[in-house]
């Protein structure tokens, strides 16, 4: 069964300074990952998705995410947040054999200080 | 292109009644997936329709279910409605498969609580 993991419920990051999200997942075979994003009240809005090829992703609003195999890891990346990325990012895993089903991780509130 | 529509946005309904969302695809997307987001439970996977089949379900009860019509547009129903079903229920849709065809599209939701 497919599970993800992201191991911070809560990260507070200065405006303007980097901000790096972690996601870990189980899954057998090449994993489909994406992460989303949450502001409150709202649906969730795609950030960026990984499926195969080039390791690193680029994403929309600046964000990227590096998919590493070795450490079953897809942590998500930005080299100056805003103060509107102050949201809750959730992680999540696909598969072929699963058709549309995703598996999201419990996901990260970030708060982002002036 | 519209996205993902969702209805009714909020609603209240009694516990012990039955309650109705609709979801409106993208155009031309096939598949239709709903979720349970909860605060103790996360983002739960309910069931996905494809071409007016139910091609995945997760663990929920058989009080959830859904269906497809031919125009892709879908319903979940909720039947004899729980406090604990208070929730956001999130409606997806996608051209077909993960990873071959595209990827996969939230609507805003649809608030339901229970009293």
């Known amino acids: 069964a497919q599970s993800v993991t992201q191991p911070d419920i809560h990260i507070t990051v200065s405006e303007g300074a980097s901000l790096e999200l972690r996601c870990n997942y189980s899954y057998g075979a090449t994993p489909y990952l994406f992460w989303y994003v949450q502001s409150p009240g709202q649906g969730l809005q795609l950030l960026l998705k990984?499926?195969?090829?080039?390791?690193l992703v680029q994403g929309i609003k600046g964000f990227e995410a590096e998919f590493k195999r070795s450490q079953s890891s897809f942590n998500l990346r930005k080299p100056s947040v805003h103060w509107s990325d102050a949201a809750e990012y959730f992680c999540a895993v696909g598969a072929a054999a699963a058709g549309n089903k995703l598996t999201f991780g419990g996901g990260t509130r970030v708060l982002v200080k002036p | 292109k519209a996205g993902v529509t969702q209805t009714p946005r909020y609603l209240i309904k009694t516990r012990g009644q039955q309650v109705t969302l609709s979801c409106s695809p993208i155009?031309?997307?096939?598949?239709v997936s709903w979720y349970q987001q909860t605060p103790g439970q996360g983002l739960q996977f309910l069931f996905e329709?494809?071409?007016?089949?139910?091609?995945n379900k997760g663990n929920f009860p058989g009080r959830f279910s859904g269906r497809q019509f031919s125009n892709s547009r879908s319903e979940m129903n909720v039947s004899t409605l729980e406090l604990g079903d208070s929730a956001l229920y999130l409606c997806?849709?996608?051209?077909?498969?993960?990873?071959?065809?595209?990827?996969?599209?939230f609507g805003e939701g649809s608030w339901l609580t229970v009293v």
């Open positions: 329709y494809f071409s007016e089949t139910q091609r």
């Open positions: 997806a849709s996608s051209l077909g498969q993960v990873g071959q065809e595209g990827h996969i599209y």
């Open positions: 155009s031309g997307h096939r598949s």
């Open positions: 990984y499926f195969s090829g080039d390791t």
